[in-house]
């Protein structure tokens, strides 16, 4: 784009990024404070995300941008242009063809290789804030690795429900050290972060914020011996794929309770497709 | 001192400094991976091509710079291509470029509140994936690694492991040799192989 | 009818776009704004999307208002996205206004003083009627000469020099920046300063306004108002003096606090300080309120209230981060909505079967968790 940097950002940007970017791989879950410039999108709509993207981006890599799974929502749209704009890279809806894959709520489904990148937008960095709103208080906290805090949270919610009834955003501990938010996530991606083969990084614009998660790195969903973690999901098979193990939206299709369920991830749904799953919705229409 | 001022930057910096970035990432996200960088540099004697190339693409005038003695003939270079500020004393460098292993006790290893407040040392060896063997672990790790370094002292694996336990304080070394660079994050674990 | 995943998000953002630049135009038979009548006429927009946006530029600020269709929260954020891309080539020297060519100067703190009471171009004294005189094309009135009056000493000097009022900074230290650096904390005075100049003018309002409703009272007095016209000057390393780049006009409120004393300082005033782009007095005087809020640690006072909380004060005080926090709230959230569905939905069957151990009603605790989370 004329007038404008590769990638947007000038280079001293880049470099400062760059250089918390490093830091946050070295040390597992850590939230590195970082000179978050203003972008030319509104805060929480993945100014964060975007600065790491356009501080990782080379001219060969193939961009995939996903919002809540889907690479045609506005938003992903939207961003997706702003790097075929500022940078000419390529871009893709094909998880396995991506180098970089930035992402709002969602992990897709395939499997993540260890040549890709996964750069997280995060609304709020702190796995803390619902419980100690200052921040002052919370980097304290993660210093000492005192989470108490969450620890007590969590056995509340089992004594008042019955389990923990977190179901997004869903707190995790980094190579046994660092508590950190997985983005708001639902809690079904969670075990994906856990040893996943690619590189994933995080950026929060707003509260200025980069940690990361290197390969093959232990991310435990925090929970109890006698109450362990569980992913939700409906309990459905996907309406277009017959998926039965991937993450469903639940459509309203009409007012009289009509429910459908379909993946979340598009890519995935459409490439189960094309290799001959049909679901429930797909038979019916075929019968007709 | 040095005439080496007169030899050129990366000559396409933007494209050069995001693939010598994406090489240093990769390494430091899976320790003690070789990767290539500064091919195509006319890299500033006693430096080789992936020390300069590391230098040129995160050192700036807010990262003070500290030269050990022998890498100090690169030291015009540096503050011109970098804008380098170059400090006397290592505790305050955010960046240190040594020849031969330094003390690492005398880097910043920064706070238990800010661990990310600590040196990055660019300790540039003779060779790499060759030499002794050291076996890595550690995040970025599936399973231990090996990775052969020529040139280390036998106490850089007492030095380290000294590195080890500050964690998550603690430094982190880029190793270049050549035009290959590996990363050594202060997660990692190192033991003689 | 077969269900199809919606597809076209490319195509409505161009619609989007397309209709939102005809809104702007609106009706093609009235003629449309030209920037010039934006400043001229609306200066007050201007001053504060200069202010917010933290960048002093007519023209482009007038721009700004005119793309943002007046929404000033709006314009100041392109003016700032507009800001970041800029390079630096110099830090000014700080401003004297002292030395300010004076429009406008007033003190509530004595009847009359050195340089006098300036109205200026004041509301203060306008009974608020609608004049319908201004619904039609009024001509303009002749303009009178309106000399700017130069250096009047300001109130604060005027106490100092009988050791009343605090001294000044030094000013020795380089002053930080928020726009390059994240906050961190304790926050430095010109730092905390930097983020009330850039804050939303109705935070700093309603938060000044709570300071003197008890919430962190600080006996303010309103010492000195002033606005005018200051030289903005940079001295190159390489010339070894200053050179003047150029004026702008500022509004700079001193509030004058009074202070007891403590066991090494003798009672004195001490003071409150706002200073802001344009023609901006009711944010110079609410950034004064909550900066002398702020320094109720610094000056042993009890820390209570909002206004005094320092890492409150600056984590909310932007409103371009505001905005876009509170307003991101209307895009797809219908992921994380899914998985609350399904975790109530999990919840109730389960409760249907067991009930959990003890204490509050499952229903309850349900709608907690969609409501707090
Ligand atoms: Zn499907």
């Known amino acids: 784009m004329k007038g404008y940097n590769f990638a947007y950002l000038d280079e001293q940007t880049k470099r400062m990024i760059r250089r918390a970017l490093l830091k946050a791989v070295a040390i597992p879950g850590h939230q590195v404070p970082f000179g978050s410039r203003e972008m030319p999108l509104p805060y929480g709509w993945g100014t964060g995300g975007i600065q790491v993207t356009a501080s990782v981006l080379g001219r060969s890599d193939v961009l995939k941008v996903i919002d809540q799974g889907a690479d045609d929502t506005t938003n992903a749209v939207s961003i997706r242009r702003f790097f075929a704009r500022t940078a000419g890279v390529r871009t893709t809806t094909h998880t396995s063809e991506a180098t970089v894959i930035q992402t709002r709520h969602r992990i897709p489904e395939t499997t993540l290789r260890d040549d890709q990148i996964i750069v997280y937008q995060v609304p709020q960095p702190e796995p803390l804030f619902r419980l100690e709103p200052s921040r002052i208080e919370t980097r304290r906290m993660h210093a000492l690795a005192d989470y108490g805090l969450m620890h007590v949270k969590l056995y509340e919610d089992v004594a008042r429900f019955g389990q923990i009834s977190i179901s997004y955003d869903y707190p995790v501990l980094v190579n046994q050290r660092y508590l950190m938010s997985p983005s708001p996530i639902p809690a079904f991606d969670n075990p994906k972060m856990h040893l996943m083969p690619a590189l994933q990084l995080f950026g929060a614009g707003r509260e200025k914020r980069i940690y990361a998660i290197p390969p093959w790195t232990e991310v435990r969903s925090l929970d109890f011996e006698d109450h362990p973690f569980r992913p939700i999901r409906a309990p459905h098979p996907c309406g277009l794929c017959g998926a039965t193990d991937s993450y469903l939206d639940e459509v309203v299709i009409d007012d009289k309770g009509g429910r459908l369920f379909v993946c979340s991830d598009t890519d995935h749904c459409a490439e189960r497709r094309a290799a001959g799953h049909v679901g429930s919705e797909g038979l019916r229409e075929a019968a007709e | 001192m040095s005439a080496s001022i007169d030899l050129p930057g990366f000559a396409d910096p933007v494209t050069e400094a995001q693939a010598t970035f994406r090489a240093v990432l990769d390494a430091m996200a899976r320790p003690g991976t070789i990767h290539r960088a500064g091919q195509h540099l006319a890299a500033p004697a006693p430096l080789d091509g992936a020390t300069a190339a590391v230098l040129l693409t995160l050192v700036d005038h807010e990262t003070p710079l500290w030269l050990d003695a022998e890498a100090a003939p690169a030291r015009d270079w540096l503050a011109f291509h970098c804008g380098a500020v170059l400090v006397p004393e290592p505790d305050t460098a955010c960046f240190a470029v040594a020849l031969s292993l330094p003390d690492l006790a005398r880097f910043s290893a920064g706070s238990h509140e800010a661990p990310e407040v600590s040196a990055t040392v660019v300790l540039q060896v003779p060779a790499l994936a060759s030499g002794t063997r050291y076996r890595l672990s550690g995040p970025g790790l599936r399973e231990p690694e090996e990775l052969s370094v020529t040139g280390l002292p036998p106490w850089f694996i007492t030095q380290w492991q000294q590195n080890r336990t500050l964690f998550p304080r603690g430094l982190d070394v880029i190793l270049c040799a050549g035009t290959m660079l590996a990363a050594l994050p202060r997660s990692v674990s190192i033991e003689e192989g | ?373």
């Open chain 3, 1 to 373: 009818m077969a269900y199809v995943a919606v597809k076209g998000g490319e195509q409505a953002i161009d619609h989007a776009h397309a209709w939102l630049a005809e809104e702007r135009r609106g009706d093609t038979a009235i003629p449309e704004l030209s920037l010039a009548q934006i400043d001229g006429q609306l200066g007050r927009s201007v001053d504060r999307a200069m202010g917010e946006g933290s960048l002093y530029d007519r023209e482009l600020a007038a721009l700004a208002v005119k793309q943002a269709q007046g929404d000033l929260i709006e314009a100041a954020f392109l003016l700032r996205a507009y800001r970041t891309t800029l390079p630096r080539f110099a830090h000014s020297s700080p401003v004297d206004t002292s030395d300010m060519r004076i429009r406008r100067r007033i003190s509530a703190v004595f009847k009359d003083l050195p340089g006098g009471q300036v109205l200026g171009p004041t509301y203060d004294y306008t009974h608020r009627l609608l004049d319908l005189e201004l619904a039609h094309d009024s001509g303009g009135a002749t303009p009178k000469c309106h000399d700017p009056m130069t250096a009047m000493p300001r109130v604060p000097d005027i106490l100092r020099r009988e050791g009343l009022m605090e001294p000044d900074g030094d000013g020795a230290t380089e002053p930080g920046d928020l726009t390059r650096q994240p906050l961190a904390f304790p926050a430095s005075r010109d730092v905390r300063l930097q983020a009330l100049a850039r804050g939303d003018e109705g935070f700093l309002l309603a938060l000044g306004y709570s300071t003197q409703r008890g919430y962190g009272g600080t006996h303010p007095f309103a010492g000195e108002i002033r606005m005018g016209e200051v030289a903005v000057e940079i001295e190159p390393p390489e010339l070894g003096f200053a050179i003047d780049i150029g004026d702008i006009l500022v509004t700079e409120c001193q509030m004058v606090n009074q202070f007891k004393g403590s066991k090494t300082v003798p009672p004195q005033f001490t003071r409150g300080y706002g200073l802001v782009f344009g023609f901006s007095e009711r944010k110079a005087m609410a950034m004064a309120l909550v900066d002398r809020a702020m320094r109720a640690e610094e000056l042993g006072e009890e820390v209570t209230a909002p206004a005094q909380t320092v890492e409150f004060v600056l984590y909310h005080a932007d409103n371009i981060e505001a905005t876009g926090f509170v307003e991101h709230l209307k895009l797809p959230h219908y992921v994380d909505f899914q998985s609350e569905l399904e975790n109530v939905r999990r919840m109730r069957r389960e409760h249907e079967t067991s009930p959990p151990p003890a204490g509050g009603g499952l229903g309850e605790g349900a709608v907690r968790t969609l409501v707090n989370r």
